[in-house]
């Protein structure tokens, strides 16, 4: 009787293994840079520290939970509604957030403030896992509600044309 090895090399496994590692490596979207979604609003009549003062109690009221980045902007973050989970192969993450990330710019000749908001989704809120996902439309369009009650109901006396927002891809 011949001593055969356990484990014997066989090369069309060989290469059927090497190829399921290097697809699984080639679809991980590991340091993918996420494309950016901005809304940007411009106030006239209002100073940058007034609507960055009635923006943040806004949102405030609005059950958002807030933090500050590494660059010391504000972030916000609200948790998503029960049909945003985002799948990682055959689990499910309930846990997604969608993140408003405000700037501000005024330009004190024509006296308008700029409002620039990044829209994104994130999961794992605060923790070294957390992770930056794409928004889709109807993201796009509650962050766009979420602004217009923002403006009709902290900002009654600026005028309807001096609202623009737009969504940049």
């Known amino acids: 009787m011949r001593n055969q ?17 290097g697809l699984i490596a080639c679809q991980t979207p590991y340091g993918k840079k996420v494309p950016q979604k901005n809304l940007t609003y411009h106030y006239t009549g209002w100073p940058e520290k007034s609507v960055k003062r009635l923006l943040f109690q806004y949102l405030d009221s609005k059950n958002f939970l807030t933090s500050e980045s590494r660059e010391g902007t504000m972030r916000f973050d609200r948790k998503g509604s029960h049909w945003d989970a985002v ?20 330009d004190k000749e024509s006296m308008q403030t700029t409002l620039s908001i ?5 999961t794992h809120r605060l923790s070294s896992l957390e992770e930056e996902i794409t928004p889709g439309k109807h993201h796009m369009e509650e962050a ?3 602004l217009g ?6 900002l009654p006396s600026v005028s309807s044309d001096t609202t623009s927002p737009t969504s940049e891809d």
């Open 144 to 146: 766009n509600e979420i």
């Open 87 to 106: 799948k990682y192969g055959s689990f499910l993450e309930p846990a997604v957030w969608l993140r408003l990330e405000p700037t501000f710019n005024e």
């Open 5 to 21: 090895s356990l484990f014997t090399f066989s090369f069309p496994l060989f290469f059927l293994i090497m190829a399921c590692c």
């Open 118 to 122: 990044k829209v994104s989704l994130i």
């Open 149 to 154: 009650y923002f403006e009709r109901m902290m």
